[in-house]
């Protein structure tokens, strides 16, 4: 089974701090995904990576950015978090040629 | 532009009856569509998936329609269960990525 994890369920900042969401998945996947999903929206791409050390923007980058220094991880950092990044922010990850994508259990973000 | 769009927010329906859940996207060049069911508090997980040179695909109580004429595909679930109450997502594939619609929360009373 592909297990995406991600390293917290619930996180509380306040604005303008520096935020670090962690998503590792352990089925040696290179295509990774970070996800916003807002009610109303739907799932919003913000960014994706292809392999390790590769990134794109997805369709809202602005204020995020990332890093996939290993193959396995793949982080989401709010440079200065902002009331309006209150979220749910899900990581996903795929295999090369595939269509699905397996998705992690979340991280509901608070943004104060 | 919502390139994938799902018009219903909610629907209701009655313990095993059919569940018909709705999806129209504008971009031909999809390749392949999933469709994806979330609890709250959980991750979506995978539920069906067709490509888009099909026009049907079944598992089990869950049956996929691709009408591309009208770009629109469909999800039906017969019978419903109460287990099947979730926020239902289609998604279009292109290239590397997926596109999601809004969702639709599905209520499944006994």
């Known amino acids: 089974d592909v297990k995406v994890t991600q390293s917290s369920r619930y996180l509380v900042k306040r604005t303008g701090e520096k935020v670090f969401l962690e998503c590792v998945q352990d089925m040696d996947h290179e295509n990774m995904f970070w996800y916003r999903q807002d009610p109303g929206l739907g799932l919003r791409l913000i960014y994706f990576?292809?392999?390790?050390?590769?990134?794109e923007k997805g369709d809202i980058p602005e204020g995020y950015s990332v890093s996939r220094e290993k193959k396995e991880r793949f982080s989401l950092i709010l440079e200065s978090a902002s009331t309006n990044q209150t979220s749910m922010y899900l990581c996903?990850?795929?295999?090369?040629?595939?269509?699905?994508?397996?998705f992690g259990p979340g991280t509901r973000l608070t943004v104060l | 532009d919502q390139q994938v769009k799902q018009n219903s927010p909610s629907l209701s329906v009655q313990e095993g009856r059919i569940s018909i859940l709705n999806c129209d996207y504008t971009n031909s060049m999809f390749d392949y569509f999933l469709w994806y069911k979330k609890y709250p508090a959980e991750g979506p997980t995978f539920l069906i998936s067709?490509?888009?040179?099909?026009d049907k695909n079944e598992d089990g109580r869950f049956t996929v329609f691709l009408n591309k004429s009208a770009k629109h595909l469909s999800l039906h679930i017969v019978p419903s269960q109460p287990g099947d109450s979730a926020v239902y997502f289609c998604a279009a594939k292109k290239g590397g990525k997926l596109i999601f619609g809004q969702g639709t929360e599905l209520s499944v009373k006994p």
């Open positions: 996903a990850s795929r295999e090369v040629g595939g269509h699905e994508q397996f």
């Open positions: 067709i490509s888009s040179i099909k």
């Open positions: 990576s292809y392999d390790v050390k590769m990134k």
